[in-house]
């Protein structure tokens, strides 16, 4: 009699065998190659959610398999846990956020326990913890004496609600990211770290990642936002004044017929104030503050009734106008309008009636509708610049304005140093003392960690820190005088941009062991999500160049690979009332969404990115608890490339465990009711194993390329054929331990289960990845030609009909394309079946 599938009993027990046995412990000493998977670090904030399983589950199966290739793995797993959530939760549960981020911890750990992920917990580390924040407070000192580290008076982004500076990456359309509070400006002297210094390599080896996304570099280049233009003198008219522009189209000065300047402009002193002036200027300040001023924006000036000269063009006069879209903090916080070629410069010059002038046409002279932002063309009613190209005419304007000493060439960036001085407790302190005598003074690092004080209060308003009655209080070790600490503490991104190099040596002394770390990096593959673009990713690339250049190692990026998961959703549901509900809340019935203990009718709203603001989330606790840990990541794999958005179903998990049960059935009855092999169809059986191996071939391609949603429908197929025929009983055995072993990276619990019911001693999970027998892969055969950039460099026979995949596959054992595709960014690659690969690079 066939057993059921108890789920619960053989995830269990599996799950105790794994800790027992200390398997996924990383072998130190093993000469294997190394492969390093990192997902993103965990907050510790109470429970983990389903887009934590899928990204976990994505870097799971990533290990594991790379682990059956026979690599040397780590896979580690820690918490980020510092941050105003766990101050917030201490102040509205009167807990302290050490307790709180403790038990959060334990009960995180559990889930991930439970869903049979393959962490070397010996390298867990927990950044709230002096043990880990002494080292970054350490790498600080460094980073001073280094003059990447400095203190400045400056405008920040205050958030009234978590009174804390936030950082521009943590500002989102003028809110807190956190809280979502509008943010304030104030003026503040804070600490920054000097990324600025690192813009144009940051910027320039983006090239050099050609395994991560194209969206995340093209993100990361508009961020740092590389500008190259001109700075030019206008000299104000009838004044013995100049303003200094900045221009990235300074080919076009000739079509200027204003100049804007910014409300914070020096200029702006020599306008005689008026109610006009000083409201248009409290409303510009009010954008600022507020994040509004972007593309957007309607476009509104206020006319100085001053003009400058233009410098190219005799007698010309250019009104000058105060505008809410120009900001100091870029450039130089003034700029030349130029409106035949420039939206913004449009939109202001058709409201307030000012002259609009084409310098700029196409080459085959046709009419063109203004603006006309292209840079294609040649210059027109430019006097000296006339009938060159635009990239001719930046040439010879940058000569001239150089020659008459009224400009020169000038490159800016968008990209700000980052401000990492925080005014809370839950957070890294900053090594730095203050005496009256011998000024700001960094901590000895004999004496670190400065360590947070236990006995703490949240009652009072401001920084707990500095309302703390003795912990600020110290002696100056170089004058022995009385002095007191900094008491802000770090930015949390400071602690998230180096953990991925604490986890491959967790010394004592130091941060880490040189030699052991540059054996581990960069990380082969990091998992993330694409929100982390900016924030997170560009911050740990700085550090990595910072803590190069310190001689903490030598390495130039952090991650090789990068891999970013898309979004889990659902539908969304409201009563009629226009209130929230979630999922538990309603059943179907007749094609409508019905409202539990009532009849009724729910509203259908979109599929969107789950929320718990919307609440339509699931609680992945819950749902392992009915289906097992194997259906939740089979399913989570198994529905869509993990890159894109998933769409969560009953159905698909449904189904999920229907396959999982369905197969532990068919191995109980193999291995419990074996027949005997009678008139065994060994042509049909030859045929079976050419399938297989193509089998084994096509999993292992859609592995290495991460379409892990592919794999598993081809094993699924497996599967269906060994379900719907019979087998000799040895063919049959052969293809389940291959199947087993193909699905043990996304099921590891009933994998070893089954495994271990075929008579298998040895844990799956170390056994070797199945190798297709390439004389079995062999079908009618098809002459492609390979192109780059559609010149034929290659020819490659192929299976008839092979996929994309596949195909790309076997194109890399083809030496004599490495000089072309080495180093080099893949644009785009048309794939034509039986007929061309071309890579357009």
Excluded at 21 to 49: A, C, R, W
């Amino acid at each position: 009699m066939t057993e059921n599938f108890n789920h619960i009993k053989i995830e269990k027990k599996w799950q105790k065998i794994w800790d027992d046995s200390q398997l996924y412990k990383t072998d130190e000493n093993s000469d294997k190659q190394k492969y390093y998977v990192l997902e993103m670090f965990l907050y510790p904030s109470g429970n983990i959610h389903m887009g934590h399983v899928r990204n976990y589950a994505i870097g799971d199966a990533i290990a594991r398999y790379k682990k059956a290739q026979g690599f040397n793995i780590l896979h580690p797993m820690g918490w980020d846990a510092f941050g105003l959530p766990a101050e917030n939760a201490a102040i509205q549960h009167k807990l302290h956020p050490n307790d709180w981020t403790i038990k959060n911890i334990e009960g995180m750990k559990a889930q991930l326990n439970s869903l049979g992920f393959s962490y070397d917990w010996s390298r867990e580390i927990n950044t709230s913890q002096p043990d880990y924040y002494k080292h970054e407070q350490a790498m600080f000192i460094d980073f001073l004496d280094a003059g990447l580290a400095y203190q400045k008076e400056s405008i920040v982004n205050w958030d009234p609600v978590d009174c804390t500076v936030l950082a521009n990456e943590q500002v989102v359309d003028g809110k807190g990211w956190r809280s979502g509070a509008k943010i304030q400006k104030k003026k503040l002297k804070q600490w920054f770290l000097k990324i600025t210094k690192y813009a144009d390599e940051l910027l320039n080896d983006l090239d050099n990642l050609p395994n991560w996304p194209d969206k995340v570099k093209i993100m990361q280049k508009n961020w740092i936002g590389k500008s190259s233009g001109a700075e030019i003198n206008f000299k104000v008219h009838n004044l013995n004044e100049k303003i200094l522009v900045f221009s990235t189209r300074p080919e076009t000065i000739f079509g200027a017929t204003f100049i804007c300047i910014s409300h914070d402009h020096e200029f702006v002193k020599n306008i005689p104030d008026s109610d006009a002036k000083t409201q248009f200027i409290k409303q510009c300040k009010s954008d600022s503050e507020s994040g509004n001023i972007d593309e957007c924006i309607e476009k509104n000036g206020f006319f100085t009734e001053c003009y400058v000269d233009h410098p190219y063009i005799k007698d010309k006069k250019l009104p000058i106008f105060i505008a809410n879209y120009v900001i100091s903090d870029y450039g130089t916080g003034a700029v030349f309008g130029c409106p035949a070629h420039d939206e913004r410069d449009y939109e202001f010059a058709t409201k307030y009636d000012l002259e609009i002038l084409q310098v700029l046409a196409n080459t085959n002279n046709s009419e063109i509708l203004l603006p006309y932002t292209d840079t294609l063309g040649k210059i027109i009613n430019s006097d000296f610049l006339d009938n060159l190209t635009t990239e001719d005419a930046k040439i010879k304007i940058l000569e001239k304005l150089k020659l008459d000493n009224i400009g020169k060439t000038k490159i800016t960036f968008r990209l700000k140093d980052w401000g990492v001085s925080r005014q809370r407790y839950w957070g890294c302190p900053i090594p730095i003392i203050y005496c009256k005598k011998c000024g700001v003074v960094p901590e000895l690092k004999e004496h670190l960690p400065i360590s947070l004080p236990q006995d703490i209060s949240f009652e009072n308003k401001g920084n707990p820190l500095d309302n703390h009655p003795t912990w600020k209080n110290v002696k100056c070790h170089k004058c022995g005088g009385d002095a007191n600490r900094e008491t802000d503490t770090f930015d949390t991104f400071f602690e998230s941009s180096w953990y991925f190099a604490r986890f491959c040596s967790l010394e004592k002394q130091i941060a880490f062991d040189k030699k052991v770390v540059e054996k581990w990096l960069p990380v082969n593959q990091y998992i993330g999500g694409i929100e982390h673009a900016i924030l997170h990713l560009l911050y740990t690339r700085f550090f990595t160049k910072a803590l190069r250049d310190c001689k903490y190692f030598d390495i130039d990026e952090p991650f090789i690979g990068l891999l970013t998961q898309g979004m889990i959703c659902h539908k969304t549901f409201k009563d009629a009332s226009n209130n929230w509900l979630s999922p538990d809340q309603v059943f179907k019935k007749d094609d409508k969404w019905i409202i539990k203990g009532s009849n009724e009718v729910a509203q259908d709203g979109r599929i969107e990115k789950m929320s718990k603001s919307k609440k339509n989330t699931i609680d992945p606790s819950d749902i392992i608890k009915k289906y097992g840990a194997d259906s939740v990541r089979l399913f989570l794999l198994s529905d869509s490339p993990p890159t894109r958005d998933l769409e969560w179903s009953d159905e698909g998990i449904e189904g999920s465990y229907r396959y999982l049960n369905s197969l532990y059935k068919f191995v109980q009855n193999f291995v419990t009711n074996k027949r005997e092999d009678f008139n065994i169809d060994g042509e049909k059986e030859n045929k079976f194993r050419r399938f297989l191996h193509q089998i084994i071939h096509s999993v292992t391609v859609n592995l290495e390329n991460f379409t892990f949603n592919k794999a598993i429908a081809q094993i699924r197929t497996l599967t269906n054929e060994l379900f719907a025929n019979n087998y000799s009983n040895n063919i049959t055995e052969e293809s389940l331990i291959i199947l087993i072993k193909m699905l043990s990276i996304f099921t590891p619990h009933i994998a070893e289960e089954l495994y271990s019911m075929l008579g298998k001693n040895s844990t799956v999970y170390v056994d070797h990845w199945p190798v297709a027998n390439q004389n079995l892969l062999i079908n009618e055969l098809v002459k492609v030609t390979i192109q780059i950039n559609g010149k034929t460099r290659a020819f490659i026979d192929l299976p008839l009909d092979c996929e994309k995949e596949d195909a790309l596959h076997r194109v890399k054992s083809i030496k004599t394309l490495d000089k072309y595709l080495f180093n080099v960014s893949i644009k785009k690659l048309i794939y034509i079946k039986n007929r061309i690969i071309n890579f357009v690079v």
